[in-house]
Nanobody
Framework: QVQLAESGGGVVQAGDSLTLSCTLS????????MGWFRRAPSKEREFVAA????????EYASSVKGRFIISRDNPKNTARLRMNSLSPEDTAVYYC???????????????????WGQGTQVTVSS
């Protein structure tokens, strides 16, 4: 079983920055993308950012593009999400996910991700 664990969530003020980390352990696909999704109160889960296995391709939701940066460190099986200029609209539970792939793709659909973490709460006040 593949296990993912998020960390780095917390409470911040609008305009602040925060970095989330995700560590993947257990059986790992030969090639896998990693992504971040979030679920805000009273809303459905939505795509935030994703990165290909090689790290050469990234995708961002329009709402976070230019503010968030996704990165990964394959030897450590980790992914990070640097969030800048946070606003109350970014308040949500953030989930890390892994997607097995035979090609260096960057899926954005939740259905493409087989393994999910438990989530970490990010709260942005004011």
């Amino acid at each position: 079983q593949v296990q993912l664990a998020e960390s780095g969530g917390g409470v911040v003020q609008a305009g602040d920055s925060l970095t989330l980390s995700c560590t993947l352990s257990g059986i790992v696909f030969t090639s896998f993308a990693m992504g971040w999704f979030r679920r805000a109160p009273s809303k459905e889960r939505e795509f935030v950012a994703a990165i290909s296995y090689s790290g050469g391709r990234t995708e961002y939701a329009s709402s976070v593009k230019g503010r968030f940066i996704i990165s990964r460190d394959n030897p450590k099986n980790t992914a990070r999400l640097r969030m800048n200029s946070l606003s109350p609209e970014d308040t949500a539970v953030y989930y890390c996910a892994a997607s097995g792939s035979s090609t260096d793709t960057v899926p954005t659909a939740p259905a493409a991700y087989e393994s999910w973490g438990q989530g970490t709460q990010v709260t942005v006040s004011s």
